[in-house]
Every structure is written in C-alpha cells, then in structure tokens.
C-alpha cells in the first residue's frame, strides 16, 4: 500500500502515512486472539491515574486496587476501543499479554496472508 493512501478502518478514513509507523511496531510483536474480558486496576488517590494491575508491587497509601475496574484497551494502530461486549467487533481483539489491537487491524495489516 501507498504511504500516501487513505484506508477505511471501521468505516472510518486513515492515512497510511499515519498508520505506517504504528503497524511496523505492532508487526514485531506475537498476537493471539483473545476475548476482551475486566481486568483490576490500580487507581490513584486524589489523582487521575489508572493502571492495569499485573501484579506488580504498589503502595496502598498511593493507589487503590479495583477488582475489574480496568474497562477498556484501544487499539494499538486504530484507537477502536475494546471491551467486555456481546459485539465481537469490540469483544474480541488480539493481544500480546499488554497492548490490544482490533480484529479488522489484525487482519487487515498484521496476519500474514
């Protein structure tokens, strides 16, 4: 594809030469499908911070732990939020154990044809 080409991605205009970097990124890295499911998250307090919770150490006096409060990832190259949904468009995406991309990303510039 042309750098300088317009794709649609969810019915929505992109231009290659925006997308170009993102997908060199995302084509590094090892997808498997995957079910969009809540995961907890680390909130701060008196803050505007949230992260997701992996386990990872923290200071309660910092940060409260929320069972399932983490409610959404976006896609890597697109920004097509995925979440718990019926609609696979939204429920089902593909990730590397961190980063998420959309199904119509991944198939569209990630799948090996």
């Not at 949230?50 to 890597?76: H, I, M, S």
């Amino acid at each position: 594809m042309d750098a300088n080409t317009t794709v649609l991605i969810h019915g929505s205009p992109w231009e290659m030469s925006d997308l170009a970097p993102l997908i060199q990124r995302c084509r590094t890295r090892s997808w498997r499908q995957q079910r969009w499911v809540r995961r907890d998250a680390l909130v701060q307090r008196g803050g505007d911070l949230t992260l997701p919770y992996q386990g990872q150490p923290y200071d309660p006096a910092d940060f409260e732990l929320v069972r399932g409060g983490w409610k959404r990832n976006t896609c890597e190259i697109c920004w097509w939020d995925l979440m718990e949904s019926d609609k696979p468009e939204h429920g089902i995406g593909y990730t590397d154990g961190r980063h998420w991309i959309c199904s119509e990303c991944h198939d569209r510039f990630i799948k090996r044809l």
